[in-house]
């Protein structure tokens, strides 16, 4: 091998070295630790109250579901009270009714199927208290200025059983029978 050859070669191999060695020189570097604070999370919570109440027709007797048997036409109030607590700076939660709150007492039964269909329709939850706001279906509670709230709140579902001007539209649902046992209140952050 002639010595230009070899040369080249030689040279190769320590630029190669170099350049692969590049990685390990020492670079400037600093760093200082700055105090940054503690982050406190919130909270929310639904909690349960006294018992509830259920009533009829806009009367204000309580009546007993296992002995009431409904009627297309009537309306079913259940009156609450929950306990929510609401806390955070930027917090805002609405609050509602449980999908699985009104189901059929026989899975399969299609008169259980008909008779829970057309609550679950036909059902409005109301709420009232101091950190509460809104109507309709959707409730929003919200913290008070010092990002905290906690109060007592008057959660009331209206469960009416349709009444159709066709007669015979409500047939489906004779002898139906639906679970109540199971309203859930939820809260939701927003």
Do not use: R
Not at 35 to 52: E, P, S
Not at 75 to 97: C, E, P, Q
Not at 100 to 112: L, Q, V
């Amino acid at each position: 091998m002639n010595k230009l050859l070899k040369g080249a070669i030689a040279g190769a191999i320590g630029i190669a070295l170099l350049i692969g060695g590049a990685g390990t020189f020492a670079l400037w570097n600093s760093s200082v630790s700055v105090a940054g604070g503690t982050i406190v999370a919130g909270n929310l919570l639904v909690t349960d109250g006294a018992a509830g109440v259920w009533t009829v027709n806009g009367g204000t007797t309580p009546i007993s579901l296992s002995s009431f048997k409904a009627s297309p036409g009537d309306v079913l109030k259940y009156t609450k009270t929950v306990n929510i607590t609401a806390s955070g700076d930027n917090l805002v939660a609405t609050l509602g009714l449980g999908t699985a709150s009104i189901t059929p007492n026989t899975a399969g039964n299609t008169a259980d199927i008909a008779l829970a269909s057309y609550l679950n329709a036909n059902t409005v939850v109301a709420a009232t208290g101091s950190a509460i706001t809104g109507s309709g279906s959707s409730y929003t509670v919200t913290p008070g200025t010092s990002g905290i709230s906690a109060s007592a709140v008057t959660l009331t579902a209206t469960i009416t059983f349709p009444k159709s001007v066709t007669a015979g539209t409500e047939n489906a649902a004779k002898l139906g029978s639906a679970n109540l046992n199971n309203l859930t209140v939820t809260l939701t952050q927003n």
